[in-house]
């Protein structure tokens, strides 16, 4: 079993920045597709931000894109979302999500995620 803990939400203004973090227990985190999904209250969880194992290819939600950059440190078994110019519209609870088989290209669905944390709660005042 995989453990994903998040942190690093909290409250900021709009157009405000904030950085999550998730860290990793697994020794192969070099390998795992990583992403970032969030869910509004009354809304489904939708994918935020994709990248694959050795940061070779990422992938973002269009609301997003030019906004928030995913990253990872593999040394650290962490991936980070930076979340820039954020707007009320942002507010959500964002999750970590982890795929163990190898993706040649970020994964982008629920359904292909194998492992997920725990949620952290990002509120955007306006």
């Known amino acids: 079993q995989v453990q994903l803990v998040e942190s690093g939400g909290g409250l900021v203004q709009a157009g405000g920045s904030l950085r999550l973090s998730c860290a990793a227990a697994?020794?192969?985190?070099?390998?795992?597709?990583m992403g970032w999904f969030r869910q509004a209250p009354g809304k489904e969880r939708e994918f935020v931000a994709g990248?694959?194992?050795?940061?070779?290819?990422?992938d973002y939600a269009d609301s997003v894109k030019g906004r928030f950059t995913i990253s990872r440190d593999n040394a650290k078994n962490t991936v980070y979302l930076q979340m820039n110019t954020l707007n009320p519209e942002d507010t959500a609870i964002y999750y970590c999500?982890?795929?163990?088989?190898?993706?040649?290209?970020?994964?982008?669905?629920?359904?292909?995620?194998?492992?997920w944390g725990q949620g952290t709660q990002v509120t955007v005042s306006s």
């Open positions: 999500a982890g795929s163990s088989t190898y993706s040649y290209n970020p994964r982008i669905r629920l359904e292909e995620y194998d492992y």
């Open positions: 990248i694959t194992g050795s940061s070779r290819s990422t």
């Open positions: 697994v020794r192969t985190f070099n390998i795992y597709a």
